[in-house]
């Protein structure tokens, strides 16, 4: 696998291989630019799910468990002052971007990273789960834990993670994600 630099990432959403909307600006050449070497930034949304407090419940990982996070997790909205994640506090939070990596002939495929400055405060973004295979669309779920000593403040519209387009060798089969167009990150429907 190769990793698109900025140049390449541009390209491929010229020709419709990738797409972004909104689509990122400015370009690379613009300081300011949301385009890292071979990165993109994408940004927070304003709503968030958090786990209910107060359940004593323990999940089977056998099974499928999306239909049991969404009953897990309550829709929160983040104000404009920003949500307030203590250190050891984990929640669900989703990109303002929806990504389209369409499958037939198009080669490519992504993963989400945390950005490093705020890792060094203990911020940890999608850390388990980065891939997002071809043929997926939709805005990205993000898992979010404050591993760090400080409480930090969340706010919508932050550049929070990194979208790392990859190219893929030969097409694949099929791209049946149970996650494939979620409005939410915990897989179901946003209401």
Same mark, same amino acid.
């Given at each position: 696998m190769t990793?698109l630099?900025n140049?390449?990432?541009i390209? &491929?959403?010229?020709?419709?291989r990738?797409?972004?909307d909104?689509?990122?600006?400015?370009?690379?050449?613009? +300081?300011g630019?949301?385009f =890292? #070497?071979? #990165?993109v930034?994408?940004?927070l $949304?304003?709503?968030?799910?958090?786990?209910?407090?107060?359940?004593q419940?323990?999940l089977d990982i056998? =099974?499928?468990?999306t239909?049991?996070?969404d009953?897990?997790?309550? +829709?929160?909205?983040? &104000?404009?002052? $920003?949500?307030?994640?203590?250190p =050891?506090?984990?929640l669900? =939070?989703?990109t303002?971007?929806?990504v389209d990596?369409?499958l037939?002939?198009? $080669?490519? &495929?992504?993963?989400?990273e945390g +950005?490093?400055?705020?890792?060094?405060?203990g911020?940890?973004?999608?850390f388990?789960a980065p891939?997002i295979?071809?043929?997926?669309?939709g805005s990205?779920a993000l898992?979010?834990i404050?591993?760090g000593?400080?409480a930090l403040?969340?706010r919508p519209?932050?550049?929070i993670c990194?979208?790392?387009?990859?190219t893929?060798?030969?097409?694949?089969i099929? #791209?049946?994600?149970?996650?494939q167009?979620?409005?939410?990150?915990? $897989? &179901?429907a946003?209401?």
């Amino acid at each position: 696998m190769t990793v698109l630099s900025n140049r390449a990432l541009i390209e &491929a959403m010229d020709a419709g291989r990738l797409r972004i909307d909104p689509r990122p600006a400015p370009t690379p050449e613009v +300081r300011g630019s949301p385009f =890292g #070497s071979c #990165s993109v930034d994408l940004h927070l $949304g304003r709503t968030i799910f958090i786990p209910r407090r107060g359940l004593q419940v323990t999940l089977d990982i056998r =099974g499928a468990l999306t239909p049991t996070l969404d009953a897990l997790y309550e +829709r929160r909205e983040i &104000a404009d002052e $920003g949500w307030v994640l203590e250190p =050891g506090r984990f929640l669900l =939070g989703r990109t303002i971007e929806v990504v389209d990596l369409p499958l037939s002939g198009n $080669g490519l &495929a992504a993963r989400i990273e945390g +950005r490093s400055s705020f890792a060094r405060a203990g911020l940890l973004v999608h850390f388990t789960a980065p891939t997002i295979h071809a043929g997926f669309t939709g805005s990205i779920a993000l898992e979010i834990i404050n591993l760090g000593e400080f409480a930090l403040v969340l706010r919508p519209g932050s550049a929070i993670c990194q979208l790392i387009v990859e190219t893929v060798e030969g097409e694949p089969i099929r #791209s049946d994600s149970q996650f494939q167009h979620q409005s939410a990150p915990t $897989g &179901a429907a946003a209401p």
